[in-house]
Structure formats: structure tokens, C-alpha cells
């Protein structure tokens, strides 16, 4: 039986002299076994740690070629963030990029999207340098996402158009849905709308971002 505090085990007795047996110190932990035990769990830690920043590193490298193959495809890019049009415009180098805002809500914006999917494939036929880019500006909690805001954006479709990281133009569309009068005013107002987009997009691709022609 032990007795506990001072390290020391109790004095048992002889089963066959009867007589009590000396005190007999606990057996203690080498203190180089311990520093070993906390060398090692700090030795997994560190692995740990480098494994897991590696693999960041491995995932981050595979979302820029990612970036970087559909930029070079001309594919339309869809950003969810600040960060992720920021990856966008900075691999995107001296080309000129197009950023459609629109909203899941929004009626008019669906037409908008055709107008500039149509936009989009112009320009890579032509061999244009120029990225499309699209952002919702609604999260999944309806509220305005942190783009939107920075950017001040309070009203959909619009469109950003950037040249070397920074806001060059923007232009908004009218709501066809609000228009009133006859048909033909609508969807002249509409064509109206298309022309502006199309030459504003030429304006800013040749005047503003001339490294941006083919």
C-alpha cells in the first residue's frame, strides 16, 4: 500500500518473521524519459503543422492554374469573393477585365447575362485580351456581399470594367420591367441598353486598355 505526497511506499511485513520492512522509495520517472515524451509530441506537432501549410500551399497552386487555364480558355469566371476577383485581376496581368453584377432575383439580369455571354464569345473569337467575370451580388442569407459593398454597387446588372486592378468604367442597365408605354418602346429601350454595353466595352478596350486589343 502506498502512502501518497511523499513518494514513498508503505512499510509492509515479513510474511515470515513478522518483522516491518524498511521504508522503500517510489520508483521515479527519469526526468530524461520525460523531456523525451514532450520532444516527441513537439516533433508531431511541428510535422503536423508543415503537412498541413504544404497541403494549403499544394491546394493554393491548383486553384491559380485552375484560374490560370481558364483565363487562358476564355471561359467565364465566377468569383464569390473580394479575394477571388483579386486572384482574378492579378493573374489576369495586363488584360482587361469585365465584371458582370447581377442578381438570382433579378428578371432583367438574366437577359443581361445572354447580352454579355454573347459579349464574351465575340471577344474570344476575336482573340481579345480580355477576362469576363460574373458576381452575384446576393449571398445565400440575402444579404449584399462584402464585393458589392466595396465597390458600391446598388443596383443590378451592372458592370466594372478594370484595367490594371483598378475601376476604369461602369454602367448599369435600365429595368425593362419598369419601362412603361408600348412594346416596341421596350424592347427599343432595350436595344438601347445592348448598343451602350457593347460600346462601352469597345471604348474602354481600345481607348482606356489599348495593351487589351488583339
Known amino acids: 500500500m502506498a ?32 523531456a523525451a515524451v514532450h520532444t516527441i509530441a513537439l516533433h508531431i506537432d511541428r510535422r503536423g503543422a508543415l503537412e498541413a ?15 490560370s487555364t481558364d483565363i487562358d480558355e476564355g471561359k467565364l469566371i465566377t468569383v464569390p469573393d473580394t479575394s477571388g476577383l483579386d486572384a482574378v485581376i492579378e493573374q489576369a496581368g495586363s488584360q482587361l477585365v469585365v465584371v458582370f453584377m447581377y442578381s438570382r432575383q433579378c428578371g432583367v439580369c438574366k ?31 440575402g444579404d449584399k456581399s462584402d464585393l ?31 419601362l412603361t408605354g ?16 457593347r460600346n462601352t466595352f469597345m471604348e474602354v478596350l481600345l481607348s482606356r486598355a489599348p495593351s487589351a486589343r488583339s
Open 3 to 34: 502512502v501518497s505526497g511523499l513518494g514513498l511506499k508503505c512499510p509492509s511485513r515479513n510474511l515470515w518473521t513478522n518483522e516491518a520492512q524498511a521504508w522503500v522509495p517510489r520508483k521515479a520517472v527519469c526526468p530524461r524519459r520525460r
Open 111 to 141: 437577359d443581361a447575362a445572354r447580352r454579355f455571354e454573347q459579349l464574351r464569345n465575340e471577344a474570344h473569337r476575336a482573340k481579345a485580351r480580355v477576362v469576363f467575370v460574373q458576381h452575384d451580388v446576393e449571398t445565400d442569407y
Open 53 to 67: 501549410a504544404w497541403r494549403r500551399q499544394e491546394e493554393a497552386e491548383a486553384r491559380k492554374q485552375r484560374l
Open 148 to 178: 458589392s459593398r466595396f465597390y458600391n454597387v446598388r443596383a443590378v446588372p451592372c458592370f466594372l470594367f478594370f484595367d490594371g486592378g483598378a475601376v476604369v468604367r461602369r454602367l448599369s442597365l435600365r429595368d425593362i420591367r419598369r
Open 182 to 197: 408600348p412594346k416596341p418602346y421596350v424592347q427599343a429601350a432595350l436595344a438601347e441598353d445592348v448598343r451602350r454595353l
